[in-house]
């Protein structure tokens, strides 16, 4: 018992819980190490006793699990996420055939959703994405030709929780309704008039211009435009969809009242923002039925996961509604790919740094909610790790994982391109991982509390895929 209590003080975040936390924490330890859940359960039930053994645990130790997680819980601030607002049905209508529509591309050979895959939970299953030129899709994807993308395709829940996107957080909107992008000014007010679901409506104005994710390098009008160009890029996509007269309809009905000379590519992002915010809500997790008051939502081994999640230092980062404090912090990881970096070192990332110019922001990068994690690697900036057990695991001696990175693991069309920055990164690695250890139990429980935060509903989204879109090209299926 004096080693459990020692380990739980060593993996503890700086501020200790409260006394009458820490009891009810020793108190469920106690009895799971005594296995009260053999001889000690009562002859005559009471109310959740049968219940509580078939979800594995006695009804005592049960009890004492349950209140713990719960005032962990409300310590940490995690809470019920938010409802998703309201979305026209006629939005959310244009807003899919948007995602899915590969004329959003310079070479019209890429959607939205080639790299968000209903089918891979909005992600595309690979360690960095295969952007405009590619062949195939999801892990098959080849690239015939095709560009690298330098990170990893981020899954697209519950984006109405989510104040800032990308993970570098370049994207976002803050308290007073300003709108923090990389266009600056060129995102002007008639833009962010028509944007009504914060950073969610603007983020799809970015992937458009990138050359290597949509935009191209060759063999269209939209690639023989500048760099810097962004707003004749967003013309003329938006003259290219009011071409087509099914769009000129969608867009008629989505936006009631407004000239269709008016509309800028602003309606069409926010119309797509719309389309995911509807569909993509997702609140029905064990996890959700437990914050709801349901004692027998979570399994034994998921209650005593959360407990261990709840009282080690993962959820100093991962809280909130989301799993996430919309934060950006350095958690020691491996870079590879094309990188997002400058001169002399531009296959490195920089992260946050790359937004705010801060050395303090160097390999910083924004805390991934954990909302239906487990259906969403590979995980970290560049898919780093293809296994959720692994990427949990990376936290016990971070410093010792990256030094000894299996590059193996990721997609082999990357292999040889690891950066030796290793240095640098522990330099400014987060300080709350360090002299972390989590033994190998503790990872077991923390990967299937992992499982207790998937809402079944988000298992199988094939059905969001149209049968066809305006334009008439394939839709990726």
Excluded at 250 to 256: K, S
Excluded at 264 to 283: C, D, K, M, R, V
Aim: glycine share 8%.
């Amino acid at each position: 018992m004096d080693g459990v209590r020692h380990a739980a003080q060593r993996l503890a975040p700086r501020q200790a819980p409260r006394q009458p936390i820490v009891r009810t924490l020793l108190l469920a330890v106690t009895l799971a190490a005594a296995g009260a859940c053999s001889t000690d359960a009562p002859t005559s039930p009471v109310p959740g006793a049968v219940a509580s053994r078939a979800r594995g645990l006695d009804y005592v130790t049960r009890r004492a699990l349950v209140q713990q997680v719960r005032a962990l819980a409300a310590k940490r601030g995690i809470v019920p996420l938010p409802p998703a607002p309201p979305v026209r049905p006629a939005l959310a209508r244009l807003g899919q055939k948007l995602a899915f529509d590969k004329i959003l591309s310079g070479n019209r050979d890429i959607a939205c959703m080639t790299c968000h895959l209903p089918q891979f939970a909005t992600g595309d299953q690979r360690s960095l994405s295969i952007g405009t030129g590619g062949r195939g899709l999801g892990p098959s994807r080849q690239l015939a030709g095709g560009v690298i993308i330098p990170r990893n395709a981020p899954a697209l829940f519950n984006l109405h929780a989510l104040p800032a996107l990308f993970w570098d957080g370049r994207v976002s909107r803050d308290a007073t309704g300003a709108f923090h992008t990389p266009a600056g000014a060129k995102l002007t007010p008639e833009m962010t008039r028509a944007l009504e679901f914060g950073a969610a409506s603007a983020q799809g104005l970015f992937p458009v211009l990138s050359r290597a994710e949509m935009r191209g390098t060759s063999g269209n009008e939209l690639a023989a435009l500048p760099d810097t160009a962004d707003g004749a890029i967003w013309r003329g996509l938006m003259r290219r969809l009011l071409r087509i007269p099914r769009y000129r309809e969608l867009f008629r009905d989505a936006y009631p009242g407004k000239r269709l000379d008016k509309l800028n590519l602003a309606y069409a992002t926010n119309a797509i923002a719309g389309f995911l915010i509807s569909n993509l809500e997702f609140n029905q997790s064990p996890w959700d039925r437990f914050l709801a008051g349901d004692d027998d939502a979570l399994t034994g081994d998921q209650l005593r996961g959360a407990a261990s999640f709840l009282t080690l230092k993962c959820s100093v980062c991962h809280n909130g509604s989301t799993f996430s404090d919309n934060q950006f912090h350095d958690v020691a990881l491996a870079q590879f790919g094309p990188g997002e970096g400058v001169q002399p070192n531009v296959h490195d990332d920089f992260g946050r740094y790359n937004v705010t110019g801060d050395p303090r922001d160097a390999y910083r990068f924004r805390t991934t909610p954990l909302r239906n994690v487990e259906l969403t690697g590979p995980y970290g900036h560049a898919g780093q790790f293809k296994v959720l057990r692994d990427f949990i695991a990376h936290y016990s001696q971070s410093d010792v994982k990256l030094r000894t990175y299996d590059a193996t693991q990721i997609d082999p069309i990357l292999f040889g391109t690891l950066v030796d920055n290793t240095s640098a990164v522990l330099a400014s690695r987060d300080t709350l991982l360090a002299g972390v250890v989590i033994p190998d139990s503790t990872i077991d429980r923390l990967t299937t509390y992992m499982g207790a935060l998937t809402d079944p509903r988000a298992r199988d989204l094939r059905h969001l895929v149209p049968a066809h879109v305006p334009s008439g090209l394939p839709v990726d299926p």
